[in-house]
Each structure stands twice: as structure tokens, then as C-alpha cells.
């Protein structure tokens, strides 16, 4: 009975502590439980606002070099070395947009990288705008020398166009005009005689007008004698001269020692038998022009 009184405090008190132990045990595993089921949602939570972060941001960079790239194809450039730095820079944004960004560090690079292409392209921009400014500047300056030498070119031309004229006008005042033109048919006494039968020389005596302006020299006249038919009396075939790259038939010629004063002077043509009745003119020609005419008739015998 001893023993068994003294076994029977002992026992009672082991049977109340285990069940309590294994009641807290419980609770703390719940706990616990409970704190990494918290901790689990509020990381995947995190992870999903995180990776909505990370998806948003890789949209704005791709955003961004998609716009640099629409930048890149609205610079101009005549300059082929800045147009070859253009299109490197295009082709390197180009890449980076293939490029996935998975990670926080992956776009902090592609942001910084971002950010010096940015600096680039404004650099371009500005060595563009001054090119266009300089090129602007050079075509208005091409503009005005363009302008410049048309109206060089117009004065040039006017110029030309008053020269031929004075030209034209100093050839004609510099051709040595007959004035006093008078045709006489002579008999042999150097009588004047108008009948046929009695002519045995036609005089025309003329004076060839001073002009200062005139080449100055020897000079030959030519004289052509038409009679009413129209035929050139001439004492030979090989009579020819040239007027107006033409070869004419002349009558008789005469030089002359010109000085660019009035000089009297007087053409003789033998009667060859070729005088018939009518009117005849008479031309004077002096170096390739027509310097004077004339008329005379003749009567019957």
C-alpha cells in the first residue's frame, strides 16, 4: 500500500503535461504555418507587381527606341560619312530592340544604354541642323552668284548686241560712198554725143566721198554697165569680180591711191559694137559694196 500511494502522485501529473505539450506544439506549427502561407502570397505578390514592373518597363524602352528609331529615318543628310553614322546608330537600336530584358539589372543597362544613344542622336540632330543651315546658306549664296552671272551673262549679251550693232553701223559708216555720178557717151573728138554711130567711149566720172573712218590705200572700182536687156557690156569674159560671195561680170575698173579725203575720178569703156538704143544704168562697186549707180540713153543713129 506504501508503494503504491507513493507511485500514484508521480504518474498524475505526467498525464496532464503531454497533452498540454503537444497543444502548444500545435499552435506553434500553425503558427508557423500560417506565417509562411502569409509570406508566401505576399512574395507572389510582390513577384507579380515586380514582374508587371519589369513588363511595363521593358515596354517604355522598347517605346523609346522604337520612337528613336522613327528619328533616325527623319534625318536628312547630303554628308555620306554623317548618313553612315546615322544608320549604325539606327542598326544598333535595331538590335536592342530583339533584345528580352528578364531582369531589373538587364534594364537599368538597356536604360543607361538608352540614355546615351538619346545624346547621340541629339548630337546628330544638331550637326544636321547646322549642315541644313550652312547648306542653306550655300544655296542662297549659289542663288545669288546664279543670279549674278545671268545678269553678267544678260549684260554680256547686250553688250555683244551693241557691239554688232556699232560694229554693223561702223561698217557701213567706214564703206567709201561715189557721189556726182555722171555718165557721158563721148565721140572721137571727146565730144558728147548721144547717138550710136558717133560714140566711141562712155566716160563716168565720179568722186569718191572723204570718210575718216576708212581703211586708208590702193583700192580698185569696178564698174558694170547694163545695157537695156539687161546684158553687162564687158570687154572680156575673165572680167569678174566678187561681191557677196557671188562672181559678177564688171565693165572696166580703175584704182585708185584712196586718203580718206574727196577724190575725183573717171571709169572709160570702149565701144565694142554693144551699144544698142534704150536706157542704160551704170554701178559702181568698192570693196564688196554697191558705192553708186547711175543712168544714161541712148538714141538712134
Sequence with gaps: ??????????????????????????????????????????????????????????????????????????????????????????TRIVQLLKVEASNVQLIKKYRAEIGTMREIMKGYIVQIDSLNTVNQQLVAENIGIKQQITEVQTTNVELEKAKEELTSKVVVASVIQAKDINAVTLNQKRKETTRINNIDKLRICFTLRENPIATAGEKEVFMRVIRPDSLVITTSPDNLFDYSGNKLVYSASRLVDYMNQDIEMCIFLDNTGDFIIGTYSVELYLENNIIGRTTFALAKR
Design 1 to 90: 500500500m506504501t508503494d503504491t500511494n507513493t507511485f500514484t502522485p508521480i504518474e498524475q501529473p505526467k498525464k496532464k503535461s503531454a497533452p498540454i505539450a503537444m497543444i502548444f506544439t500545435t499552435v506553434i506549427l500553425a503558427a508557423a504555418l500560417i506565417f509562411l502561407v502569409v509570406m508566401y502570397f505576399d512574395q507572389k505578390n510582390k513577384m507579380v507587381d515586380m514582374e508587371t514592373v519589369l513588363t511595363q518597363e521593358k515596354d517604355s524602352l522598347q517605346n523609346e527606341l522604337r520612337l528613336m528609331v522613327n528619328g533616325y529615318d527623319t534625318l536628312k543628310t547630303d554628308n555620306d560619312s554623317l548618313m553612315a553614322n546615322l544608320q549604325r546608330e539606327k
